[in-house]
Structure formats: C-alpha cells, structure tokens
C-alpha cells in the first residue's frame, strides 16, 4: 500500500503553486479533475465523493459552471490536499456579523479559508492563507458589472459601514467606470469630507479653483449628520475630488496615494485614448473604458482587476417619508 501511494504522488506532478497562478481556465478544469482522480486513489474513495468534498471545500456547486478565480483556488486547495492527503480543511469558520443598514452588504455567495496568499480582488490588500476570503453573487446586471474574484474579509463585510479612504476612493472609480453618479452612506460621506478637508488651502487647488466644491462638502456634511443612506455626487463634482485630493498639500498613505495615483491615470487614459481603442466597435461607456484599461502601458491594481464591479447601494428606504428625505 506504502508504495502505491508513493507511486501515485510521484506520477501525479500537480503544478506548483506559483504555476497555478498562470495557469488558464481550461486547463485548470483538467488539473482537478486529474487531481481529484489522483486524491481518491491516494484516500481510497469514491472520486465523486471526493470531488464533492472540494467542492464545498472552496465554494463550487457546479465545476462545469465555476469560473476562473474559483477554480483557481478549487487547484490550490486540492494541491494543498495533495501534498497532504490526510489533513482535513477545517470544515466549521467563525460566524460573521453582518453590519445592518446603510452599511449592509450582501450576503456572499461563498465564504472560506484561503488556500495560499494572495491579493484582495477589490482593494488589493495581501492576504494571508488561512485567512477568511469569499465570493460575491453574480452582478445582477452581467451586461454592465464584472464579476469580482477573492475578496479580503473587509470587503466582504465592513467596507461600507467602516470604510476606509481606499474604499471611498475605489467607490468612486467604478462608478465612473460604468458611467455613473457616485452613490455614497453617510459614513463614506464623513471619510471624504473629513479627507477633503484636511488641507486648509484645500480651496486653492487649481481643480477646486476651476469646479469649487464648496456645495459638495456641504452635502456630505449634512449627509453625515442626517445619516443618509445614500447622497449621490454627479460625475463631474466626483472627478473634481478625484483631483483635488490628489493635488492636496497633505500626503495621504501609501496604499491611498498609489490608489489616487492609479485612478488619475485611468481617468486622464479614458479622456485622452493612448492606445487608440476604437470608439466605433466599443462606444464611450463601461465597455471603452474596459478596454482602455487592459490596454494601459502603465498596469496599475485597477486594471489587474478590470471591471466596472456593483459595490452595492444601500436597501431601500424602509418608509415612504425616509424616501422622501433621501
Ligand atoms: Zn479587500
């Protein structure tokens, strides 16, 4: 038996795992199912159970039906199986709080364990194995939103009710990205106002000079206050805050400057084309936008990740008066 299963390990060669990280789609399909032969003939198991086990081991129904990411960390979960065939994923993760109201976000579609480091598919922040990640539901409009990949435990849950200059910023970006007014609660509305405050000379950027946004704090101020579920700021008023706090005296951390910097960039590309995408086969919206973006000379953590991605807004309101109000 001893030298069956050394046999079978030796003729298995399971990529390692930095070759799963480039590994394509199809080709990952046919390592799992190679792998899943592999790991039932090492337990002794029937294969379909064993492929059920990894299944719930990372999220997936229906291989035929998972896309890309999950089978990504379908392969890492089951290398990680491999190489130890008789340790268990702990099958029991820590009941999360879900915040409630304006700082709710939907429930995830898959919740588990990371199988390896990696990045978060929203805000790009590492992530270390074993530390909790999972999967939105599919956008409810695929034609517009691209489907997020991994994200980290604070996208998954807080990142509206705790959010932090980042996801106020990445906020904003996909909703330029699909062409839309910025919709913010009234804790996104605290960060940015307090952010666009910081620098007292705030008002003698040259952007603010050109598009005050004096009216702007105002309402994000008394959103604040009123503790709005939504306050939407037009495209343009959100470009302008786009530069002027990228133009501030004060020097925002690094995550939030690399952020700032990138969006800059992306936004400067869709005005200005670089690559020349056709306008005619992609029109002027999400889908150029797209395009310009996985063409960029200069790839940034937005463009690695694509996009534009639903963010989510907040429940409706609950009464027909707070509807008025809003
Ligand atoms: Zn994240």
Redo the contacts with the bound molecule.
């Keep these: 038996m001893f030298e069956t299963v050394t046999l079978d390990i030796a003729t298995i060669d399971f990529p390692s795992e930095g070759e799963l990280k480039t590994v394509q789609a199809a080709e990952l399909a046919r390592l799992i199912e190679v792998g899943v032969t592999s790991l039932a003939a090492l337990l002794g198991k029937p294969t379909g159970q064993v492929r059920t086990q990894l299944g719930k081991a990372a999220g997936i129904k229906d291989f035929a039906r998972a896309d890309i990411d999950d089978l990504r960390e379908a392969a890492q979960t089951l290398r990680l199986r491999l190489n130890e065939p008789s340790v268990r994923t702990p099958a029991r993760l820590p009941r999360m709080q879900r915040p409630t109201g304006m700082g709710q976000l939907p429930v995830p579609r898959t919740v588990k364990q990371a199988a390896i480091a990696m990045s978060?598919?929203?805000?790009?922040?590492p992530?270390k194995a074993g530390e909790i990640i999972g999967r939105t539901r599919n956008p409810k409009n695929e034609r517009l939103h691209k489907t997020m990949g991994w994200?980290?435990?604070?996208?998954?849950y807080e990142?509206r009710e705790k959010p932090r200059r980042r996801d106020v910023l990445l906020r904003v970006f996909h909703h330029l990205f699909a062409n839309n007014a910025v919709d913010l609660n009234a804790y996104e509305c605290a960060v940015l106002s307090i952010w666009l405050l910081e620098d007292p000379h705030v008002a003698g950027t040259a952007s603010w000079q050109r598009d005050p946004l004096t009216a702007t704090i105002v309402r994000l101020q008394t959103s604040q206050q009123e503790e709005k579920a939504t306050t939407w700021i037009a495209f343009p008023t959100a470009r302008t805050i786009i530069h002027v706090l990228r133009e501030c005296a004060v020097t925002p951390a690094p995550a939030d400057a690399e952020l700032l910097d990138a969006i800059t960039q992306h936004l400067h590309e869709w005005d200005t084309n670089p690559q020349g995408i056709e306008h005619r086969r992609y029109g002027r919206g999400p889908g150029f936008h797209a395009q310009v973006l996985q063409a960029t000379d200069r790839p940034s953590v937005l463009s690695e990740r694509g996009g534009p991605f639903d963010l989510h807004h907040a429940p409706p309101p609950a009464t027909e008066k707070e509807a008025e109000d809003a």
Excluded: P
Excluded at 120 to 125: E, F, K, N, S
Excluded at 151 to 156: E, I, R, S, Y
């Design positions: 978060c598919g929203l805000c790009a922040d992530i994200l980290c435990q604070h996208c998954l990142r």
